[in-house]
């Protein structure tokens, strides 16, 4: 089955760079995301990566995937106090519909 | 509306009573999520709609809860008999593009007393 892992707490510093680290155990996966969400509001997508891709960047953001770990990581550059949020990572298998979230990471800027 | 919406956004309800949740997704979105979070947990899949049918309702966790999407639009997400552990955020996803980006709706507050 899908079972997705990302640590608690994130706390950096503005300006500095912020990495979230996420495992995922379906080795089928096809796509996988990273969503935000702010207190009192739903999940926003940030950015997503296909499986056959090392990395992805846009903007501030790079997503790195290694496959044959199953570890999917983002790194936010430049961290501001806006990027205070919670941090989820997602999987969806190939041929599938159904997206499995991690239990989500909380990036706390300090200004 | 753009985006995804959702009603009631609190409910408080006492244990044993029926509850109704709805959503109504993006305009043109095939694709219909319902998923439960509880406090300080991610996203827990619920059931997945693709048109009027049930794709996969995997994720309900007992016969009490039912969701239906009529004409393949809004979605009712039902709960009977309602127990305190079903507490929670509901929220509704809509899909539509094949890269399967979800756009939520803020949630459905649930307090079961």
């Known amino acids: 089955g899908e079972d997705v892992e990302q640590s608690l707490f994130l706390s950096v510093r503005e300006g500095d760079s912020s990495v979230i680290n996420c495992t995922y155990t379906?080795?089928?996966?096809?796509?996988l995301y990273w969503y935000k969400q702010e207190p009192g509001a739903g999940l926003q997508l940030l950015t997503y990566?296909?499986?056959?891709?090392d990395m992805k960047q846009d903007q501030r953001l790079t997503v790195l995937l290694n496959k044959k770990d199953k570890h999917l990581s983002l790194r936010i550059a430049d961290t501001q106090t806006g990027d205070s949020a919670i941090y989820f990572c997602a999987e969806r298998p190939g041929g599938y519909q159904k997206v499995t979230f991690g239990t989500g990471t909380k990036l706390q800027v300090i200004p | 509306g753009a985006g995804v919406s959702q009603t009631p956004s609190n409910k408080v309800t006492e244990k044993g009573k029926y509850v109704e949740l709805r959503c109504d997704p993006i305009?043109?979105?095939?694709?219909l999520y319902w998923y439960r979070q509880s406090l300080g947990q991610g996203p827990e899949f619920l059931i997945y709609f693709q048109g009027t049918g049930a794709a996969d309702d995997s994720g309900l966790p007992n016969d009490r809860f039912f969701a239906v999407r009529p004409e393949g639009s809004v979605s009712t997400l039902k709960i009977q008999r309602t127990e305190r552990g079903d507490s929670a955020v509901y929220l509704c996803a809509s899909s539509f593009t094949s890269t399967g980006e979800l756009f939520f709706g803020e949630g459905s507050r649930l307090t079961v007393l």
């Open positions: 990566i296909f499986s056959n891709m």
């Open positions: 379906d080795s089928s996966s096809t796509y």
């Open positions: 305009s043109g979105h095939t694709a």
